[in-house]
């Protein structure tokens, strides 16, 4: 039966009041937060577990880390699709990845793309997919065969090689070209929420070798002088992060670009806007990434910096580095990386030791302002317990699901609310049914979300507590045994979330009689 008595004053109260009780409510149960996770497939770290595998096989794997990590209530998946100059979807650009197939260049077996495939299953899970590009990284390895149809081997002059891998030249103009086409061919095909890059421009420094860019850096200066060669190579990076969002945007305005940088800028010891940290590294001086430019000028939708330190670090610490990164998010989202694949019952640190330390930074991630969320490196680190970190986060600090902030300067209109919602019985108990929401990108529903309340007046705020379901399937199934043992939740409302996470007010309530 549906009810609209008092509709437009619960709506009224919902608008007015919502964000008043949310924020009285535990924070563990904010209902906007990022919760990522990266899926990387470089080396197989985590996945495909087998390269060349049966396909069925590596979809199954797929699907069952997907499963794990919707159990912990993450709602996005930072898929790797090009880890080393190759791809883990069908590109005329690049050939298929090593890492997919056991040799580079080589299809499928039986046609399988991955990034189609895990993008839909992302979505029915109600989880954003982020397509995770390694700009420049050639080979791990110098034994590493490259496919004829490499760009690389077709263009060694883009090259160089440094220790004992190879990467493309950030001072190439046609590089920057390349790069940028490639993502944009994704962009053009897959619906994918998100491009990601991350920590890798120019290579981490190798003791006692330098970079060996002096002819690409006469060739293509750029009225940089001699003693600027470090400004240049950062100008090159900025060209390239310029370039991308350009063309991420202007494609599909919806996608979002964010970065994952090294997890310390600059250092207050060479720049009194660094942070107060004495690790050494920096994105700034070591990657020649300006990341804190690419925010001033708006160029990326969201940083999210790999803060792979424990709480109270001596040179590094974590809390530290987590403030610094809120308080200079300069207008866009800032989320933090964490570092699970750390603990272990022998780590060289007794902070990694035991579940305390990921649980704690959890914390900070939630208590300082500027930051919205988090992502946890890397994914198969779910499918244990972790030292009891599991129960942890599934009962307590990861306990309820949460929708991913909304980016407003993209878009903060909420699409229209769901209609013509229905009931019936199905086989093992009854089934809620909808309306999908259509129209443009921007006004469609990209996920449902259903609450269900015990009590009729319970309406006036939707909280992450009370959901149920988050999914881009437009039905919700309510088990027979739910309904006899339970009988909980009575009363239901749906609502719709378009691509940049605006939600729309409810649908008529439901009831559901047990």
Same mark, same amino acid.
């Given at each position: 039966?549906?009810?609209?008595?008092?509709?437009?004053?619960?709506?009224?109260?919902?608008?007015?009041?919502?964000?008043?009780?949310?924020?009285?409510?535990?924070?563990?149960?904010?209902?906007?937060?990022?919760?990522?996770?990266?899926?990387?497939?470089?080396?197989?770290?985590?996945?495909?577990?087998?390269?060349?595998?049966?396909?069925?096989?590596?979809?199954?794997?797929?699907?069952?880390?997907?499963?794990?990590?919707?159990?912990?209530?993450?709602?996005?998946?930072?898929?790797?699709?090009?880890?080393?100059?190759?791809?883990?979807?069908?590109?005329?650009?690049?050939?298929?990845?090593?890492?997919?197939?056991?040799?580079?260049?080589?299809?499928?077996?039986?046609?399988?793309?991955?990034?189609?495939?895990?993008?839909?299953?992302?979505?029915?899970?109600?989880?954003?997919?982020?397509?995770?590009?390694?700009?420049?990284?050639?080979?791990?390895?110098?034994?590493?065969?490259?496919?004829?149809?490499?760009?690389?081997?077709?263009?060694?002059?883009?090259?160089?090689?440094?220790?004992?891998?190879?990467?493309?030249?950030?001072?190439?103009?046609?590089?920057?070209?390349?790069?940028?086409?490639?993502?944009?061919?994704?962009?053009?095909?897959?619906?994918?929420?998100?491009?990601?890059?991350?920590?890798?421009?120019?290579?981490?420094?190798?003791?006692?070798?330098?970079?060996?860019?002096?002819?690409?850096?006469?060739?293509?200066?750029?009225?940089?002088?001699?003693?600027?060669?470090?400004?240049?190579?950062?100008?090159?990076?900025?060209?390239?992060?310029?370039?991308?969002?350009?063309?991420?945007?202007?494609?599909?305005?919806?996608?979002?670009?964010?970065?994952?940088?090294?997890?310390?800028?600059?250092?207050?010891?060479?720049?009194?806007?660094?942070?107060?940290?004495?690790?050494?590294?920096?994105?700034?001086?070591?990657?020649?990434?300006?990341?804190? &430019?690419?925010?001033? $000028?708006? /160029? #990326? @939708?969201?940083?999210? =910096?790999?803060?792979?330190?424990?709480?109270?670090?001596? *040179? %590094?610490?974590?809390?530290?580095?987590?403030?610094?990164?809120?308080?200079?998010?300069?207008?866009?989202?800032?989320?933090?990386?964490?570092?699970?694949?750390?603990?272990?019952?022998?780590?060289?640190?007794?902070?990694?030791?035991?579940?305390?330390?990921?649980?704690?930074?959890?914390?900070?991630?939630?208590?300082?302002?500027?930051?919205?969320?988090?992502?946890?490196?890397?994914?198969?680190?779910?499918?244990?317990?972790?030292?009891?970190?599991?129960?942890?986060?599934?009962?307590?600090?990861?306990?309820?699901?949460? &929708?991913?902030?909304? $980016?407003? /300067? #993209? @878009?903060?209109?909420? =699409?229209?609310?769901?209609?013509?919602?229905?009931?019936? *019985? %199905?086989?093992?108990?009854?089934?809620?049914?909808?309306?999908?929401?259509?129209?443009?990108?921007?006004?469609?529903?990209?996920?449902?979300?259903?609450?269900?309340?015990?009590?009729?007046?319970?309406?006036?705020?939707?909280?992450?507590?009370?959901?149920?379901?988050?999914?881009?399937?437009?039905?919700?199934?309510?088990?027979?045994?739910?309904?006899?043992?339970?009988?909980?939740?009575?009363?239901?409302?749906?609502?719709?979330?378009?691509?940049?996470?605006?939600?729309?007010?409810?649908?008529?309530?439901?009831?559901?009689?047990?």
């Amino acid at each position: 039966m549906l009810l609209n008595k008092s509709r437009s004053l619960l709506v009224l109260t919902l608008i007015i009041f919502s964000g008043v009780l949310f924020a009285q409510k535990n924070i563990s149960l904010k209902k906007h937060e990022f919760r990522g996770a990266w899926i990387a497939t470089v080396a197989n770290i985590d996945w495909p577990l087998q390269r060349g595998g049966d396909v069925a096989k590596q979809k199954h794997d797929l699907s069952v880390l997907l499963d794990t990590l919707k159990s912990y209530n993450l709602n996005a998946v930072i898929f790797q699709i090009r880890p080393t100059s190759d791809a883990l979807y069908h590109s005329s650009y690049e050939p298929w990845s090593k890492y997919l197939t056991g040799s580079q260049g080589k299809m499928p077996a039986q046609y399988f793309d991955p990034l189609a495939f895990v993008i839909r299953e992302c979505h029915l899970r109600g989880m954003e997919l982020h397509a995770w590009f390694n700009p420049y990284r050639i080979k791990q390895s110098q034994d590493d065969v490259l496919s004829d149809s490499n760009i690389a081997k077709i263009h060694p002059d883009w090259t160089f090689q440094y220790g004992k891998k190879s990467y493309f030249d950030p001072g190439i103009p046609q590089v920057r070209d390349w790069v940028a086409n490639v993502v944009s061919d994704v962009v053009r095909r897959y619906d994918v929420d998100a491009i990601h890059f991350d920590d890798y421009f120019y290579p981490y420094p190798i003791a006692g070798e330098q970079l060996p860019d002096s002819l690409t850096f006469r060739k293509y200066t750029n009225q940089f002088s001699e003693s600027q060669l470090k400004d240049w190579r950062r100008n090159n990076v900025n060209l390239i992060i310029k370039q991308l969002s350009d063309s991420i945007h202007s494609i599909k305005p919806w996608v979002k670009f964010g970065i994952s940088p090294f997890g310390v800028w600059r250092e207050r010891r060479s720049d009194l806007r660094g942070s107060d940290t004495t690790g050494g590294m920096t994105n700034y001086d070591h990657l020649y990434a300006d990341v804190l &430019l690419w925010q001033e $000028m708006k /160029w #990326i @939708d969201y940083m999210l =910096p790999q803060i792979y330190w424990y709480r109270g670090q001596p *040179r %590094v610490d974590y809390e530290t580095l987590a403030h610094w990164w809120g308080e200079n998010n300069k207008g866009r989202h800032c989320y933090v990386g964490n570092a699970l694949y750390k603990m272990k019952p022998n780590a060289s640190s007794n902070a990694w030791q035991s579940c305390n330390e990921p649980i704690e930074q959890i914390k900070i991630d939630r208590e300082v302002e500027g930051v919205s969320g988090f992502s946890f490196y890397s994914a198969k680190f779910f499918k244990t317990n972790m030292m009891g970190l599991k129960d942890s986060l599934r009962n307590t600090y990861l306990s309820t699901p949460a &929708l991913t902030p909304n $980016m407003s /300067w #993209i @878009d903060s209109l909420p =699409p229209s609310f769901p209609t013509n919602v229905a009931i019936k *019985r %199905v086989k093992g108990g009854r089934q809620i049914y909808w309306d999908p929401i259509l129209g443009g990108e921007f006004n469609k529903a990209q996920f449902y979300v259903v609450y269900g309340f015990n009590n009729y007046n319970e309406f006036a705020n939707l909280s992450s507590k009370d959901i149920l379901q988050i999914s881009s399937k437009t039905t919700f199934e309510i088990p027979r045994k739910f309904l006899r043992l339970f009988r909980r939740k009575k009363y239901y409302v749906i609502t719709s979330v378009d691509r940049l996470s605006n939600e729309s007010i409810f649908s008529e309530i439901f009831e559901v009689k047990q």
